[in-house]
């Protein structure tokens, strides 16, 4: 299994600014997730983290607007840069390990 | 394309009744399949997962899916439901990219 945590746990930001999220493993792993979850919604894939060379991204979702790091094999961080309040949501980070994903809590954004 | 779809956007029921939550997905081959549940506040926890084989599966907390081919279906079941079981309950599908496709959630509310 993974144990996962992240930070901020929610943060309230001011439109046009940019958060970084930090998504901690306690093992290492090859495979890291963002994922966003709007209001209401269903979880939507962000991004691939790869350790070692970019993230790989899906349609809809550009390095400009969420960069992402992966610096090693148990941390990866997420910034939502120049902010909107339609980028108001649930970040998650998410892990494979042993054929399974696991999650983190979660980090609940709110832009003003 | 892979898809998830969950039927139910909000079930609710009696505590000690039993549940059936409903997941179709659609894939071309034999999919990976998974139920998570989220509880406010909280990551998602994963409740049990088919990979292949018995196409009853297990899981914590009492519950169980059954993978019917014939109907692209992967229902989760419990006989008996606690007010602890309301929560937010996701059907995800993995296909050959090992990237999780989830379903809109089912909010199941439970009443004493």
């Known amino acids: 299994s993974a144990v996962i945590s992240q930070k901020p746990s929610r943060d309230i930001c001011q439109r046009g600014t940019s958060l970084t999220i930090q998504c901690q493993v306690d093992?290492?792993?090859?495979?890291m997730f963002w994922y966003r979850q709007q209001p209401g919604q269903s979880l939507t894939l962000i991004a691939t983290?790869?350790?070692?060379?970019?993230?790989?991204?899906e349609s809809g979702f550009v390095i400009d607007k969420f960069p992402i790091s992966r610096p090693n094999l148990t941390f990866s961080t997420l910034t939502v840069s120049n902010m909107s309040p339609e980028d108001s949501s649930i970040y998650l980070c998410s892990v494979e390990s042993d054929g399974e994903q696991f999650f983190g809590p979660g980090t609940r954004l709110t832009v003003l | 394309a892979q898809s998830v779809t969950q039927p139910d956007i909000h079930i609710t029921v009696s505590e000690g009744a039993s549940l059936e939550l409903r997941c179709n997905y659609s894939?071309?081959?034999?999919?990976?399949l998974f139920w998570y549940v989220q509880s406010p506040g909280q990551g998602l926890q994963l409740l049990l997962k088919?990979?292949?084989?018995?196409?009853l599966v297990q899981g914590i907390k009492g519950f169980e899916a059954e993978f019917k081919r014939s109907q692209s279906s992967f229902n989760l079941r419990k006989p008996s439901v606690h007010w602890s079981d309301a929560a937010e309950y996701f059907c995800a599908v993995e296909g050959n990219t090992d990237k999780l496709i989830f379903g809109t959630g089912t909010r199941l509310q439970v009443f004493p």
């Open positions: 983290a790869n350790q070692g060379s970019e993230a790989t991204y």
């Open positions: 093992s290492q792993v090859t495979m």
């Open positions: 894939y071309g081959a034999t999919p990976y």
């Open positions: 088919y990979f292949s084989g018995d196409t």
